[in-house]
């Protein structure tokens, strides 16, 4: 449009910015351009009319120009903070980042109230890793907003990041407050909660989101999770269903699924949602993991070996709780010949599966192996050295030694201890090597028997808990020792605690109408829990190392076992374990956290063993 003369050139040039300025925020862009450029001949030195041809490049898709622009608006006016902030933009979408927090720190130089451009800079100096920094620009931005709910929600994530979980609780319970109806807001604090591992209320926060966003699989199966790892399997299943509904070709809730009908028992169920998940992601370890622990509770061992071979990733040599080292550089044994060859034996899972599968070794001998190492947690070294099929052992762990770390090199071949099933064609129960391999140490059965010796009755070991760390401990230990009360009511039996670690301290302080010989605390080792269990009449216990122990001994144990995550090797009903056939009773719950059931049958049969040994003893 042409101005009238008496306008001076200034004027002209202003009213063309103000015009171009109007045409971008009406979206004609283009026109915005030429009345710019118009400007910018009566002005060229007009820092306004750069920055908003910039401005209008940047939204017709010429960022270069945009560039060229707002930096000759600050050719102009150094102190011009918007074509700082445009060109921190452009720098971001350019990949140049470094330039991008410099102009946004040059922006905030000029103008330091300004939490939306504070926010920004944090979030580009968290993606580029500079976490501390981002976190005080962050800060910048709720100080100047106090309001400002996504700066806390960013600054609680990077809370986590930093590993500051409670200052990430806090920042993520401000920005839930702001927005109280945001699903997000609820799932990040859910989130948090669970780290903490607070699980009650992470599930709370799940379920809110959840219902804020009913459609979210996202967050369907977050719920799940946390419903599953409180061993709410019920629950989950629900929640995995709904997901399914949704997504039916979701093979990770397929998976999850049938990982949760095996705890809840319905084993066919579990085999079909994990062949659905395999199916769909048959190169998933964890799926052939899950369907091979199935099998294996169902007995069905040839089919389940290969699958749970998976626990184990050859290629970046990782292996179910523990490592296999990089030292370890000969071949991985596949059942080759061992006529003359030399083995390493390498732990695997927790201490009771090592003495399971220890049977093995026999075995290999037999197979002409020259020489087997044994590698295991230093608390078994000194109980499998006394194996007689076993050349040396090698202890891991923070007392194992340099001495220990270099027995294991030049050797032919190495396998994993719980591969040996496989290798060694365990097919059905039938192939299970004896159960009876573990000899005590004669001098600890010597120095334990005098602490034994003068006990009368039946001589009954009790472990009511286990590892605190295994995830199935919750269902599998027993709440106290108080849950073995009834067995203080059978006569001629001296209870004998062989508990260590969790529940120790109950045994040492037992109450006054439960008698109890702790010995617990003063065992080192396994060699002393073997030398201890050799000479007990019974070993009462829940699921966990020393029932492998007694088995391995061929002392008679009675076992106690949760109705929900039942380790495969239980199976799924029965009184007795193919695995320690003769020795091994077992008692089941039949409803979840109900001991007093199963208690009162042990009770019954312990009384029952009494009367049994007292009528064939001589009077």
């Given at each position: 449009m042409p101005f009238p003369a008496h306008i001076d050139l200034n004027e002209q040039a202003e009213q063309r910015v103000?015009?171009?300025?109007?045409?971008?925020?009406?979206?004609?862009?283009?026109?915005?351009?030429?009345?710019?450029?118009?400007?910018?001949?009566?002005?060229?030195r007009m820092a306004d009319a750069?920055?908003?041809?910039?401005?209008?490049?940047?939204?017709?898709?010429?960022?270069?120009?945009?560039?060229?622009a707002y930096q000759q608006a600050l050719s102009c006016n150094d102190s011009h903070a918007p074509s700082w902030l445009r060109l921190a933009q452009l720098y971001r979408e350019d990949g140049r980042l470094n330039d991008a927090v410099s102009a946004y720190r040059r922006a905030l130089a000029l103008r330091s109230d300004l939490p939306d451009v504070h926010h920004d800079l944090g979030?580009?100096?968290?993606?580029?890793?500079?976490?501390?920094?981002?976190?005080?620009?962050?800060?910048?931005?709720?100080?100047?907003?106090?309001?400002?709910?996504?700066?806390?929600?960013?600054?609680?994530?990077?809370?986590?990041?930093?590993?500051?979980?409670?200052?990430?609780?806090?920042?993520?319970?401000?920005?839930?407050?702001?927005?109280p109806q945001s699903s997000l807001a609820h799932a990040c604090l859910a989130c948090v909660l669970i780290l903490q591992n607070r699980l009650p209320q992470g599930e709370s926060h799940y379920r809110k989101a959840v219902a804020l966003d009913p459609g979210n699989t996202s967050l369907l199966e977050h719920l799940g999770a946390v419903l599953h790892r409180q061993n709410k399997f019920a629950q989950a299943e629900g929640v995995y269903r709904r997901v399914l509904a949704l997504t039916p070709n979701d093979w990770n809730t397929w998976s999850n699924l049938g990982v949760v009908l095996d705890n809840l028992n319905r084993l066919?169920?579990?085999?079909?949602?994990?062949?659905?998940?395999?199916?769909?992601?048959?190169?998933?370890?964890?799926?052939?993991?899950?369907?091979?622990?199935?099998?294996?509770?169902?007995?069905r061992l040839a089919e389940a070996w290969p699958l749970y071979e998976s626990r184990y990733d050859s290629q970046r040599q990782t292996l179910t709780r523990w490592p296999v080292p990089t030292t370890l550089n000969y071949p991985q044994w596949q059942g080759e010949s061992l006529q003359g060859k030399s083995l390493v034996l390498w732990q695997e899972q927790g201490f009771g599966d090592m003495i399971q599968f220890a049977r093995y070794l026999p075995r290999l001998k037999a197979l002409g192996a020259s020489r087997i190492v044994l590698v295991c947690q230093t608390p078994l070294k000194p109980l499998f050295e006394g194996l007689p099929h076993v050349d040396a052992v090698v202890g891991t762990g923070k007392t194992a030694t340099m001495d220990d770390a270099l027995a294991l090199a030049g050797y032919d071949y190495w396998t994993l201890i719980m591969s040996l099933p496989r290798l060694l064609n365990t097919a059905t129960f039938d192939d299970i090597p004896p159960a009876v391999y573990l000899q005590p140490d004669c001098a600890r059965l010597e120095r334990w028997r005098r602490r034994l010796d003068g006990l009368t009755g039946l001589k009954v070991g009790?472990?009511?808990?286990?590892?605190?760390?295994?995830?199935?401990?919750?269902?599998?230990s027993l709440p106290s020792l108080r849950a073995l009360a009834p067995l203080w009511q059978v006569p001629g039996v001296s209870l004998i605690s062989v508990q260590k670690g969790q529940g120790e301290q109950e045994a040492c302080l037992p109450a006054q109408d439960q008698p109890l010989v702790h010995l617990g605390s003063d065992i080192v080792d396994f060699a002393d829990s073997a030398a201890i269990i050799a000479q007990l009449d019974l070993l009462i216990c829940v699921d966990t190392a020393a029932t492998h122990v007694a088995g391995a001994l061929g002392v008679p144990c009675w076992v106690l076992l949760p109705i929900e995550g039942t380790d495969w090797r239980w199976m799924l009903d029965g009184e007795t374990s193919p695995w320690y056939p003769g020795t091994m009773r077992l008692f089941r719950q039949t409803s979840l956290g109900d001991w007093d059931g199963p208690v009162e049958q042990l009770r019954q049969a312990l009384l029952m063993r009494c009367l049994e040994r007292n009528a064939v003893s001589p009077r």
């Open positions: 103000r015009s171009g300025a109007e045409l971008i925020a009406q979206g004609q862009a283009r026109n915005a351009i030429l009345v710019l450029r118009q400007a910018l001949a009566l002005q060229p750069h920055y908003h041809l910039g401005h209008a490049l940047q939204q017709t898709g010429q960022p270069q120009q945009a560039l060229n979030m580009l100096l968290d993606d580029m890793g500079q976490h501390i920094e981002a976190e005080s620009a962050y800060r910048q931005a709720v100080h100047h907003r106090p309001g400002y709910a996504q700066a806390h929600q960013d600054l609680g994530t990077l809370m986590v990041t930093l590993g500051r979980l409670p200052e990430a609780e806090q920042s993520y319970r401000l920005a839930l407050a702001l927005q066919s169920e579990s085999e079909d949602a994990l062949r659905k998940a395999f199916a769909l992601r048959p190169q998933s370890p964890d799926i052939r993991f899950g369907l091979g622990f199935v099998l294996l509770r169902q007995g009790l472990t009511w808990k286990g590892n605190a760390q295994h995830l199935n401990d919750a269902n599998r």
